[in-house]
Every structure is written in structure tokens, then in C-alpha cells.
């Protein structure tokens, strides 16, 4: 456990510190502080595959929200410290940010993909003879589901498909969290079928 919180201290480290010096005041992109927002995914199906082994009736929805709510508050963490960093290394006598609505944005879209990224942990985890193979499994997934994403959105963009204003962003954020939120919630509403009252998990 020590281990993996430092190794996430290090990541968001590397990334708050790497992408300013690559990025500049490009990082003040809805198209770059959205995504990285979303990067809470990866540790919360981590967080998730772990936890599904002590999960049962009476404690599921506690363990579940903790997984969330920590991974979704370390993907935060990465464009916030990312932004403190550009401002320090490109300090224009005022600080930078996106507009408000913006960080609003990358929050709610946040936390839903969060949802939505514990409901496949917990359903591919299930299915898996372990939680390590299973961990594995879900990093290809969200690996391949995530370049897949920013090769279609960058795609859209460059053909002219998709002018990027921040209303028609906010638009697209709010209903694919709606669709992430409905997703996960069913997900998560599956996987709690089936588990012991009290005691580990039983895999099925």
C-alpha cells in the first residue's frame, strides 16, 4: 500500500512538473485539463480489483466510495498541481487558469468516469481467477479505451467535425458524465448482486 501511494506521488509529480515544460500555456486547454482529469481511472480500478476480494453486503457501498473518491481526488490532484507548476515556471505577474466552468467540467466529468471505471474493475475482477490478472486486464481496457478516445478527438478536430468552444465542451462533458454516471451506477448495482451478507467475496 506505502508503495503504491508513493509510486502515485511520483506519477503526479512527474506529470505536474513534465507536462508544463512540454505544454507551456498550452496546459490551459479544456482539451488538455479534462483528460488529465480523468486519468483518476486508473488508479481507481486499481483501488477497486483490490478491494473486491473483502467486499459483502454490508460494506460494500463504503469500500466502493472510498475507492472512488481517492482515485478521483488524486486525478484532480494531476491538472491542479500541473497548473500551479506552469504558473511558477511562467509566471506572467497574475495567475493562469482555465475558465471556471472548465474546472467544473473536468470534475464532474472526473468523477463519473471514476464511477463508471470502479463498475468494469468490479465486473472484470468477478470474472478473473485474480486480482492481478485482472488489474492487467483493466490497464489494456482503459489503456486502449483512452488513446482510443484522443485519437477520435483529435481526429474530429483536425477534419473540422468538432470546433472546440467551451460551450459545445461543457455540452459534450456533461452528457457523456451523465452516460458514465448511469453506466457505472449499473455496473456497480450488478456487481453487488450476489455478495455474502458478512465475510470475503465469493467468486462465482
Known amino acids: ?3 503504491r501511494w508513493l509510486l502515485n506521488a511520483l506519477a503526479i509529480g512527474f506529470v505536474a512538473f513534465g507536462l508544463p515544460a512540454f505544454l507551456g500555456l498550452g496546459l490551459l486547454s479544456a482539451l488538455v485539463v479534462i483528460p488529465l482529469a480523468c486519468l483518476s481511472i486508473f488508479l481507481v480500478a486499481d483501488l477497486a480489483a483490490d478491494s473486491f476480494a473483502s467486499l459483502d453486503a454490508r ?17 484532480i490532484a494531476i491538472p491542479f498541481a500541473a497548473l500551479l507548476a506552469m504558473n511558477a515556471m511562467f509566471w506572467t505577474g497574475s495567475l493562469l487558469l482555465p475558465p471556471a466552468i472548465i474546472l467544473v467540467d473536468a470534475s464532474a466529468l472526473s468523477l463519473a468516469a471514476s464511477i463508471l471505471a470502479a463498475g468494469v474493475a468490479l465486473m472484470v475482477t468477478r470474472k478473473s481467477p485474480s ?7 483493466l ?5 486502449a479505451v483512452t488513446l482510443g478516445s484522443l485519437y477520435g478527438c483529435n481526429k474530429a478536430q483536425s477534419e473540422g467535425w468538432f470546433l472546440p468552444t467551451t460551450e459545445r465542451i461543457t455540452k459534450l462533458t456533461w452528457i ?18 450476489g455478495l455474502p451478507a458478512s465475510g ?3 467468486r462465482r
Do not use: D
Open 176 to 193: 457523456a458524465a451523465a452516460f458514465f454516471l448511469a453506466n457505472g451506477g449499473a455496473l456497480l448495482a450488478f456487481a453487488s448482486n
Open 131 to 137: 486480482a492481478s490478472r485482472a488489474k492487467v486486464a
Open 139 to 143: 490497464k489494456l481496457i482503459l489503456v
Open 200 to 202: 470475503p467475496a465469493a
Open 59 to 75: 460494506n460494500f457501498a463504503r469500500k466502493i466510495s472510498v475507492c472512488v473518491l481517492t482515485g478521483w481526488a488524486s486525478g
Open 1 to 3: 500500500m506505502t508503495s
